[in-house]
């Protein structure tokens, strides 16, 4: 005989209508909880303010990352194929630009030929802003996540067709069982669950 160790997650509260959870989220935003979040088959319009949800920092990732990848284009592009090293005094990587340098119909090869280098500078600029919002992204939502424990409430499935649900989480420094079950009662939650997930 095996048993299951289980920890809480937190509690699942269904409400009736997007003016009922709309409001339950304002109360629950204004009750201190940080650790919560609604569900809803379709987008709410200015949910985001009810729940007190931030501006996401992902665009400061994606900005730094484009940098990063305009830096790494020049910084390439400068080692192996101008004489820009040896100006500034660090001729030890002007061999590495002698190695492969790229002389076009006699143009000069320095730092001043800076426009041919557009496109690749261009081209890792996006490469780079586009992994950073795949993975900077991923990373913040905490995917790839194989199963959720709100998948173990029979009623949660309702919330890709007709239900409106928020659930608040145990990790949250003000849950508490009973004084997060009353307030979710108090403001209209229905079929109040304790989801547990599996350790």
């Excluded at 997650?9 to 209508?17: I, P, Y």
């Excluded at 800076?114 to 795949?134: D, H, K």
Aim: aromatic share 14%; glycine share 8%; hydrophobic share 45%.
């Amino acid at each position: 005989m095996s048993t299951t160790l289980k920890r809480v997650h937190g509690f699942l509260a269904e409400f009736d209508n997007v003016q009922d959870l709309y409001h339950a989220a304002e109360h629950v935003r204004d009750a201190g909880y940080q650790r919560w979040d609604v569900h809803t088959p379709f987008p709410i319009h200015g949910m985001d303010d009810a729940m007190g949800v931030k501006r996401s920092k992902l665009p400061y990732f994606v900005f730094f990352g484009g940098l990063t990848g305009t830096c790494v284009a020049f910084t390439l592009q400068t080692l192996t194929q101008t004489t820009f090293w040896a100006d500034i005094g660090l001729g030890f990587l002007q061999k590495l630009a002698e190695t492969y340098p790229t002389v076009v119909q006699a143009k000069p090869t320095h730092i001043w030929t800076l426009p041919a280098f557009f496109p690749v500078m261009f081209e890792l600029t996006i490469l780079f802003s586009a992994f950073t919002v795949l993975f900077g992204l991923l990373s913040m939502i905490g995917l790839p996540r194989l199963n959720h424990p709100l998948f173990v409430s029979k009623r949660f499935a309702k919330f890709s067709d007709d239900g409106f649900f928020v659930c608040i989480e145990a990790r949250d420094p003000k849950f508490s069982q009973e004084g997060t079950k009353t307030l979710l009662e108090k403001l209209g939650g229905k079929n109040i669950e304790l989801i547990e997930d599996d350790i």
